[in-house]
């Protein structure tokens, strides 16, 4: 009759010593090759609490445990639980096993067809080539995530870009276009096409870096630049046959030179820059002139009593004749006495 309860106060004592922490837990029993005695530990408990508390006035057994006054009870080891309606039976616990063998403490092992997610940790169906994209069913096809569409056989997903991504792109990812490269993406239509570095200007990108000019307009590098045949001196082509000219600049008559304009007129001289005269040769800016818009003649040896007239041609002062001909150089007119007794007396009398 006293083992009879003792057995039966086992169950009622054993949760208030585990909680108080005051019995010692022992290894598990492994008595043979009985699976059914695996996860089962021996904790060693006082045995007087196992003991109804109307036979405690009697004489307390000493016990099996190591220790005087203690007793050895079996109980489910950590990671186990103990299978309801069964004598004294343990399992192992795992927190996620759906579709899968539960074989040790925290260890789920799938059943065929499911393997073990480490995200979800879980068993969840498996599909031969996978499911990139998407989720495997339990019937072996894929289940796409949103923005993929289910290949033909039902073994893939695949991203879906509405339109397709047109030349040279493929579709990495939901609406998510790629570019080969030379291909660049629109970001308007989100569709490649072929690229052209800095653009075609005028012009239409037919391939990579290839640019096709429209009529009026040449290809210079990688782009398309407006043509002017006959040239366009001192400006800029802004057109197709039209040029531009810079400040102080004007176009001619023939529309392809820029000529310079000066306010003043240049005497003796070209308007060469806007408001600036060069000297024709032979003349030299006027003493105090600005920007030469006045040239004067000049004398390389200069003019000793006369003056520059022209390009290295001098005219005498009053008084002052040619040294010699073809000379610059000026020298007092000298006037010779004159002797009657040599003059003829006919000459004299007018004869």
Same mark, same amino acid.
């Given at each position: 009759?006293?083992?009879?309860?003792?057995?039966?106060?086992?169950?009622?004592?054993?949760?208030?010593?585990?909680?108080?922490?005051?019995?010692?837990?022992?290894?598990?029993?492994?008595?043979?090759?009985?699976?059914?005695?695996?996860?089962?530990?021996?904790?060693?408990?006082?045995?007087?609490?196992?003991?109804?508390?109307?036979?405690?006035?009697?004489?307390?057994?000493?016990?099996?445990?190591?220790?005087?006054?203690?007793?050895?009870?079996?109980?489910?080891?950590?990671?186990?639980?103990?299978?309801?309606?069964?004598?004294?039976?343990?399992?192992?616990?795992?927190?996620?096993?759906?579709?899968?063998?539960?074989?040790?403490?925290?260890?789920?092992?799938?059943?065929?067809?499911?393997?073990?997610?480490?995200?979800?940790?879980?068993?969840?169906?498996?599909?031969?080539?996978?499911?990139?994209?998407?989720?495997?069913?339990?019937?072996?096809?894929?289940?796409?995530?949103?923005?993929?569409?289910?290949?033909?056989?039902?073994?893939?997903?695949?991203?879906?870009?509405?339109?397709?991504?047109?030349?040279?792109?493929?579709?990495?990812?939901?609406?998510?276009?790629?570019?080969?490269?030379?291909?660049?993406?629109?970001?308007?239509?989100?569709? $490649?096409?072929?690229? @052209?570095?800095? !653009?075609?200007?005028? &012009?239409? =990108?037919?391939?990579? /870096?290839? %640019? *096709?000019? #429209? +009529?009026?307009?040449?290809?210079?590098?990688?782009? $398309?630049?407006?043509? @002017?045949?006959? !040239?366009?001196?001192? &400006?800029? =082509?802004?057109?197709? /046959?039209? %040029? *531009?000219? #810079? +400040?102080?600049?004007?176009?001619?008559?023939?529309?392809?030179?820029?000529?310079?304009?000066?306010?003043?007129?240049?005497?003796?001289?070209?308007?060469?820059?806007?408001?600036?005269?060069?000297?024709?040769?032979?003349?030299?800016?006027?003493?105090?002139?600005?920007?030469?818009?006045?040239?004067?003649?000049?004398?390389?040896?200069?003019?000793?009593?006369?003056?520059?007239?022209?390009?290295?041609?001098?005219?005498?002062?009053?008084?002052?004749?040619?040294?010699?001909?073809?000379?610059?150089?000026?020298?007092?007119?000298?006037?010779?006495?004159?002797?009657?007794?040599?003059?003829?007396?006919?000459?004299?009398?007018?004869?």
């Amino acid at each position: 009759m006293w083992q009879y309860k003792v057995a039966t106060g086992a169950c009622v004592f054993v949760a208030i010593f585990i909680a108080g922490q005051t019995a010692q837990l022992h290894g598990p029993q492994t008595h043979g090759f009985n699976n059914s005695r695996r996860g089962i530990c021996s904790l060693e408990v006082p045995t007087i609490d196992l003991i109804p508390p109307e036979e405690r006035q009697h004489s307390i057994p000493r016990g099996n445990g190591s220790r005087v006054g203690y007793s050895k009870i079996e109980i489910c080891c950590n990671g186990y639980e103990r299978v309801p309606h069964s004598h004294l039976v343990c399992h192992p616990v795992c927190d996620d096993c759906h579709n899968g063998n539960c074989t040790a403490p925290g260890r789920c092992e799938c059943k065929r067809g499911y393997v073990h997610d480490s995200y979800h940790k879980d068993c969840i169906p498996t599909c031969p080539h996978g499911c990139l994209n998407g989720v495997c069913t339990v019937m072996g096809t894929c289940s796409c995530n949103a923005g993929n569409t289910l290949s033909p056989d039902g073994r893939y997903c695949t991203p879906h870009c509405t339109g397709g991504c047109g030349v040279g792109g493929s579709c990495t990812g939901p609406e998510v276009c790629s570019c080969q490269p030379g291909f660049s993406l629109d970001k308007k239509t989100n569709k $490649c096409g072929y690229h @052209c570095e800095g !653009g075609c200007g005028e &012009g239409t =990108c037919i391939g990579p /870096n290839q %640019c *096709s000019c #429209k +009529p009026g307009y040449r290809l210079q590098g990688h782009t $398309c630049v407006p043509d @002017c045949p006959k !040239g366009c001196a001192n &400006g800029e =082509c802004v057109g197709p /046959n039209r %040029c *531009s000219c #810079k +400040p102080g600049w004007t176009i001619d008559g023939s529309g392809s030179i820029c000529t310079p304009h000066c306010r003043q007129m240049c005497l003796n001289g070209d308007c060469v820059a806007p408001d600036q005269c060069a000297c024709k040769k032979g003349y030299a800016p006027a003493p105090g002139a600005r920007n030469s818009e006045t040239c004067v003649a000049h004398c390389p040896t200069g003019c000793p009593n006369g003056n520059c007239a022209a390009p290295n041609f001098c005219i005498c002062n009053p008084g002052f004749i040619k040294e010699s001909k073809g000379s610059n150089n000026c020298v007092r007119r000298v006037r010779r006495a004159v002797r009657l007794d040599l003059i003829p007396e006919a000459v004299l009398l007018g004869h």
